[in-house]
């Protein structure tokens, strides 16, 4: 007789919530099933019946919760947390030249980045956000904060044409940033982008740089197009040519070119943006809320365009509350389109996991629940009594439900959040820390 197989070694963890939702396939809810975890990995997917008969380290029941891939938010400014509030109803250049630039070279320092980033990753885990993408100063003090928290995180490397915190000129940013992509290279959940700021703050030699590099490097180019109107007309005005046509013309363009905001689309930019199988980064609320423009969020995606979605910084937010975001989001999609079949639920939920993992090149790793990913795992709470009833667990999800239903966050396997309690932050000191930029701050 043949020998018997071999008996599996026990998972690590192993989940029977009320509902899954893998993300892909498009549009599946699995009720009556379980998840198990073995070395970061999901390495099972199947009905209750048959889960209960395997042995695990760990044996969560999730009654009333939907277990999904970890959230996703493709584009945010980590440490501008400790600017949240200080200067709100203002247009973007108001805000941008006569408020948060002078407050960022005034106070922005290895500490300020140290702690805004920390203080942002745990606002962010608490609200089920697992992977980010950071724009932002000291890219090599964000990625150790993001290192030690143990979140998944894209540290992008500025580039602009004057000097900023961290680095005197752009050739000092781009050596401090390639010793930190050599630093990062094989890191199992950080990698880093390139990072130019916008078209009008970036000039054709830099980007140029920037281009040689990320084809040389394979790494991603993270950057604000087409924020406003008032971007997209005085690039007509100055060069004749619209941001992204002037991107394309350079060569940035491509599958790893992730463009943040896309509030300004014509048909040629729908045209290149297709062509060159670009991601675009949505961000509803911070668009709102300085009046940059809509974003045609449905339109991009029957023409095939990648739309992940991104909360941007907490100073133009004021949260980064990516449930909350996907909301606006999907309710937005409707009111642009001028229809209510616009961005349904399943495809919004999508937007701020897979999307947002293919956004960032790390799709293969994360973004959906598939045998064989990362066990990056968000459980949502759907029993509140303003939930009731469930009809549809995901409508229920994107559209009654917020950030604080986020009872459990896992990043590969890894618990981050346990039953609404933080794991690796002291909720505590870093509201006190927080508090203390705020005051040292509001007193100058």
């Known amino acids: 007789m043949p020998a018997s197989a071999a008996p599996l070694p026990p998972l690590d963890l192993l989940l029977f919530p009320e509902w899954i939702v893998p993300v892909e396939p498009a549009g599946v809810v699995l009720r009556e099933h379980a998840l198990g975890v073995r070395e970061g990995r999901i390495v099972l ?63 922005v320092s290895e500490e300020f980045v140290r702690d805004g980033t920390e203080l942002a990753i745990a606002e962010q885990v608490l609200g089920g956000i697992t992977a980010f993408s950071d724009m932002y100063f000291f890219p090599e003090v964000a990625s150790a904060v993001a290192h030690a928290a143990g979140v998944r995180a894209q540290i992008t490397v500025p580039v602009i044409n004057f000097p900023v915190p961290g680095a005197h000129n752009t050739d000092e940013a781009l050596r401090h940033g390639l010793e930190l992509l050599a630093d990062l290279r094989h890191h199992p959940r950080l ?12 000039d054709d030699a830099r980007l140029e740089r920037v281009r040689v590099l990320a084809e040389q490097l394979d790494v991603g180019i993270h950057m604000h197009v087409h924020e406003t109107a008032v971007e997209v007309r005085q690039a007509l005005e100055q060069h004749g040519e619209r941001p992204l046509a002037r991107l394309a013309r350079l060569g940035l363009l491509g599958p790893r070119f992730q463009a943040i905001h896309m509030t300004q689309i014509d048909e040629a930019d729908l045209a290149l943006l297709v062509q060159h ?10 668009n709102l809320k300085l009046a940059s423009g809509f974003c045609p969020v449905e ?20 949260d980064l509350d990516l449930l909350s975001e996907t909301r606006t989001a999907a309710l937005l999609a409707k009111a642009v389109a001028g229809s209510a079949t616009a961005l349904d639920a399943h495809r919004a939920l999508r ?45 229920q999800l994107i559209y009654a439900s917020n950030r ?22 002291d909720s505590a000191a870093l509201s006190a820390r927080a508090r203390a930029w705020g005051q040292r701050i509001a007193r100058a």
């Open 299 to 318: 339109r991009l995606w029957q023409a095939g365009v990648n739309v992940a979605i991104g909360t941007d910084g907490a100073a133009s937010n004021n």
């Open 45 to 107: 997917i199947a009905p209750r019946q048959q889960a209960r008969t395997l042995q695990a380290a760990q044996v969560l029941e999730l009654p009333g919760m939907l277990l999904a891939p970890g959230l996703v938010n493709a584009h945010g400014h980590a440490a501008m947390s400790l600017f949240r509030g200080l200067a709100d109803d203002l247009p973007l250049m108001s805000w941008l030249h006569e408020h948060i630039w002078p407050a960022e070279a005034k106070w």
């Open 351 to 395: 937007m701020a996991t897979l999307n947002g993992a293919r956004a960032l090149g790390i799709d293969t790793d994360c973004g959906s629940l598939q045998v064989g990913k990362s066990a990056d795992l968000v459980a949502f709470d759907l029993s509140g009594l303003t939930q009731q009833p469930v009809y549809d667990p995901v409508s």
């Open 191 to 202: 990698q880093v982008a390139f990072g130019p700021h916008a078209p009008y703050t970036v």
């Open 277 to 286: 199988n670009v991601s675009v980064v949505h961000c509803p609320e911070s």
């Open 404 to 425: 604080s239903c986020v009872r459990h966050v896992w990043v590969a396997g890894k618990p981050l959040l346990d039953n609404g309690q933080l794991t690796r932050h």
